[in-house]
């Protein structure tokens, strides 16, 4: 630890959007193989609010008080020891353990450079957001173009990057919104729009190659039977029937994995080639951390909500 003093939230205790304290504590010292990366923006997850809720303590523990946060833009300040593939001042985003904060600390194995036009608040939702949708699209639900596939949650922080990804790639792509979500899924490339409040999918849509699943529970359980026979199903929430799935020659799983750094920078280069945008309309400040938790634990959130670290964004 060194005598710099950062702004940081902090949970001491699990339950609602109040347990977030802004606070100042000291600033972290980067290890061996990490950096110190001064935080510009940070994404909000529905995972941050399930953790904070303790809703994760079997599979996500933590210690308390805890600083929220995982996906992350910024700027190195300082190397640990050793750290030679990164240079201070220079422009990353990534992964780190607790990223609502003005200073953190990433292991460079987590961290990916920055593409020139690559803004800090798109870099900030990549991991947890853009990389999760190609990481289930592509590497897990093996997508080419041509195929049909059905996006539950169109236009949430992972599915408005999954319908852009999806059509970026020639895939047919059918999304499920409110119907106030409507108009914004078909921006994002969608060719067929199902407004789950009025129709049910399975009622207009079949034989589809891949279901990504971005709501869970009863929608994931209906969804096998639109898939044909050697189609895939990928849940982001709960555990697919699989037995079921067997039965019916579909391959189901739940996403396990993480997109590796090649698909990372790949993603950012696509968003800084403008071939898909990073939707982010909802900016918060430190200070107004309640109330972006609040708005994320709706579950009807469009594009990936944004805390704004920085004062004001370098780039
Ligand atoms: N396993 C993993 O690796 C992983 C990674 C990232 C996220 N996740 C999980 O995936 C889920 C989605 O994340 P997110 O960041 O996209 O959440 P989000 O930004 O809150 O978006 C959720 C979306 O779901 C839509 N929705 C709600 N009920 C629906 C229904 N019955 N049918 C269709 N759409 C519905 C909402 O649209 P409307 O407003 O139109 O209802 C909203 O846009 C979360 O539970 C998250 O924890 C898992």
Not at 61 to 88: L, N, W
Not at 260 to 282: G, R, T, V
Request: aromatic share 6%; net charge neutral; hydrophobic share 40%.
């Amino acid at each position: 630890m060194t005598s710099k003093m950062m702004q940081a939230i902090q949970v001491y205790q699990y339950g609602g959007p109040e347990e977030l304290k802004i606070e100042n504590i000291p600033c972290p010292e980067p290890k061996e193989g990490e950096v110190l990366i001064r935080v510009e923006a940070a994404g909000v997850l529905p995972i941050d609010w399930k953790i904070r809720r303790g809703l994760t303590k079997n599979i996500v523990p933590v210690h308390f008080p805890y600083i929220p946060g995982s996906a992350f833009s910024g700027v190195v300040e300082k190397q640990g020891p050793g750290v030679t593939d990164f240079q201070i001042g220079q422009f990353v985003f990534g992964r780190a353990k607790g990223t609502y904060t003005e200073y953190t600390i990433s292991s460079v194995d987590e961290l990916i450079p920055m593409p020139e036009n690559l803004t800090f608040t798109e870099a900030a939702t990549i991991t947890g957001g853009a990389a999760t949708a190609y990481n289930a699209l592509f590497n897990e639900g093996k997508l080419v173009s041509g195929q049909k596939v059905l996006i539950h949650g169109a236009a949430g922080g992972v599915g408005s990057f999954a319908t852009q990804l999806a059509h970026w790639k020639g895939a047919n792509v059918i999304g499920t919104a409110s119907t106030k979500n409507l108009d914004f899924i078909r921006l994002l490339g969608t060719d067929h729009v199902v407004d789950y409040m009025k129709t049910q999918f399975e009622k207009v849509v079949k034989d589809v190659d891949l279901v990504l699943d971005t709501v869970g529970g009863d929608t994931l359980q209906r969804s096998l039977s639109i898939i044909k026979p050697g189609g895939t199903l990928i849940s982001l929430v709960g555990q697919p029937p699989i037995d079921k799935a067997k039965e019916l020659g579909i391959n189901a799983k739940r996403s396990s994995s993480f997109a590796s750094k090649e698909d990372l920078w790949a993603i950012a280069d696509l968003i800084a080639q403008k071939k898909i945008k990073a939707i982010a309309d909802n900016i918060f400040t430190l200070n107004e951390v309640q109330h972006a938790h609040s708005v994320s634990e709706t579950g009807h959130g469009r594009g990936r909500i944004v805390l704004q670290i920085a004062d004001t964004l370098s780039r």
